[in-house]
């Protein structure tokens, strides 16, 4: 059987912890990549503390989930509401990662469409995600877009398929600016692993978790606990010649009887064979 590839951790599924006890965990329970969550970094003098200490863990920085990460208001961060000033929130977190971690991949969502108006949406996305891309290149860092769930259509995201942030992609044009895939969020798409193989090298991130029929926001669950199609998924995502990590990013709010976010040590260590078990149905 082939060996597992590199399986990483977000921060937001050890969300009750600090930054420094994400690494120790992380580095405890023999995970080899982590997605930062900016929002765990200390905003002044501190954080660049922080991440010279991420350095030294030896883990790999898979993919950083920015502070500001939508180009539009979403549910989490309404303000500010001009896509611009957001998109200079992005930049900062660009140059403040770049010089750290070359070579890594920055989350991006879209937000909702302002008024409804999708079609400037899309014009706006477009151009603000060029100059983005530029800047990301001369820093040697990437930038994933990743579509969400249409649960989550004109709240957090105007594109909630593959196709739509394809389209965006095309568009922009750039090497630095591709896809991130969750499968929590494209799975219902019946074209998903078709059009994944087809992606190719434009594919810069993955998430990993499972469905059910969500009962909050934050509501996701291990891989194998659930209603998605694992198995056809990530070997489209393999198929492809995707050949970075597979992060496990697990929402799951705290006032949930059975969240996953109240024992985060067993919910990494459970994460960590709920992949390596489903590598091995990926490779029968």
């Not at 965990?25 to 002044?44: H, M, N, Q």
């Not at 992609?169 to 059009?195: K, M, R, S, Y």
């Not at 697990?250 to 459970?270: A, C, G, N, Y």
């Amino acid at each position: 059987m082939e060996a597992p590839p590199l399986f990483g951790i977000s921060e937001y599924t050890t969300w009750p912890l600090t930054f420094e006890e994400d690494l120790e965990l992380y580095t405890k329970c023999g995970v080899g990549a982590i997605e930062l969550c900016e929002s765990k970094l200390d905003p002044g003098g501190k954080g660049e503390d922080q991440l010279r200490a991420l350095q030294d863990t030896g883990l790999v920085l898979s993919s950083v989930q920015p502070r500001m990460h939508s180009l539009f208001p979403d549910a989490p961060r309404p303000e500010p509401t001009d896509p611009r000033e957001r998109r200079e929130h992005y930049e900062k977190t660009i140059r403040r990662i770049g010089p750290y971690f070359p070579g890594t991949t920055l989350v991006a969502i879209t937000g909702a469409a302002p008024d409804a108006d999708y079609d400037q949406a899309y014009r706006t996305a477009i151009r603000e995600y060029a100059e983005l891309a530029n800047i990301a290149a001369n820093e040697g860092v990437r930038i994933g877009l990743e579509p969400l769930n249409p649960i989550l259509m004109n709240a957090d995201t105007f594109i909630c398929t593959l196709q739509h942030a394809w389209h965006i992609i095309q568009a922009v044009d750039d090497p630095a600016f591709g896809l991130f895939v969750d499968v929590w969020h494209i799975w219902e798409d019946a074209a998903a692993p078709a059009l994944i193989g087809e992606y190719g090298d434009k594919i810069f991130g993955v998430h990993l978790n499972d469905w059910k029929t969500p009962r909050t926001f934050g509501d996701r669950h291990l891989p194998g606990e659930g209603d998605i199609p694992l198995v056809p998924l990530i070997r489209a995502i393999d198929g492809s010649g995707y050949d970075g990590a597979y992060t496990l990013e697990i929402f799951s709010e705290h006032h949930l009887e059975d969240s996953l976010w109240k024992e985060p040590e067993i919910t990494v260590r459970q994460g960590r064979r709920a992949f390596e078990k489903l590598w091995a149905e990926v490779c029968a």
